[in-house]
């Protein structure tokens, strides 16, 4: 964009950001308002920087540099029985892309939901080999999603579908957890695995908030530029 904008900037921008996704033309927005004082980036033309970046293979880059690194940073590890690495299902686990596009990089909650319930989403490639290199090792996994319980079914044969098909547990979100924050819920859930007897050796998430807060181990961020999610 041309412009720096400072930490207080940021900081503040963070806190408008609310505890659910965001359309990132919304985000883009708000940035923009906060750091130029200049016209704003047309919102199609930022769609369509966002659009070019994934199809032009930008993208598929920065995964697969990030995937190459924590490849590395497992293969160190040694692996014990109640080893365990804890995967995000959406924009880590399963790639939602097209969704997003089809939607204007916004948000839509039928559609979202609609789309679930089909079981659309395809695997992220990079993610699902790293999945495959930590089942050699021998970890055991678990996926975490904000998805919530109603989802639980579609969400585990989606995994499934798409070659997942190896894993200890599939957690959703109950009713009683949505007042919590994203990192909260999944920073809760990991505590009850440890009392539970697990040793969480990783965490793989497109947010901050997948990876934050106790029990993380080795912190593995997935690139998203479709949607941020608040702490």
């Keep these: 964009m041309g412009r720096k904008v400072g930490a207080s900037a ?3 921008l963070w806190k408008l950001i609310m505890k659910r996704k ?9 940035y923009l308002i906060i750091g130029c004082n200049d016209k704003p980036m047309n919102l199609s033309t ?6 070019d970046y994934y199809e032009s293979g930008k993208y598929d880059e920065e995964l697969n540099l990030i995937i190459k690194k924590a490849k590395e940073e497992f293969e160190n590890v040694d692996f014990k029985e109640n080893s365990v690495v804890i995967f995000d ?6 790639n939602n892309y097209e969704l997003a596009k089809s939607t204007g990089f916004g948000y839509v909650y039928k559609i979202n939901k609609e789309w679930n319930a089909e079981m659309k989403s395809p695997a992220l490639a990079p993610v699902k080999e790293l999945y495959d290199f930590l089942q050699n090792k021998g970890a055991r996994i678990i996926f975490l999603t904000g998805r919530n319980f109603p989802e639980y079914e579609v969400t585990y ?4 579908k798409v070659g997942y098909t190896n894993f ?3 957690i959703t979100q109950r009713e009683q957890e949505y007042r919590l924050s994203s990192q909260e819920y999944k920073s809760s859930k990991r505590a009850e695995l440890v009392k539970n007897g ?3 050796i990783g965490t793989i998430g497109d947010q901050w908030s997948d990876l934050e807060g106790q029990f993380h181990g080795i912190q593995v961020k997935i690139p998203n ?3 941020l999610i608040e702490n």
């Design 22 to 30: 965001l359309p990132l033309s919304l985000i883009i927005l708000i």
């Design 46 to 51: 930022a769609r369509k920087q966002v659009k």
């Design 157 to 160: 044969k989606n995994l499934i």
């Design 168 to 170: 200890d547990t599939l």
């Design 89 to 94: 299902v959406d924009e880590t686990a399963l």
């Design 225 to 227: 530029y479709l949607y």
């Design 10 to 12: 940021f900081i503040f």
């Design 198 to 200: 697990y040793d969480i």
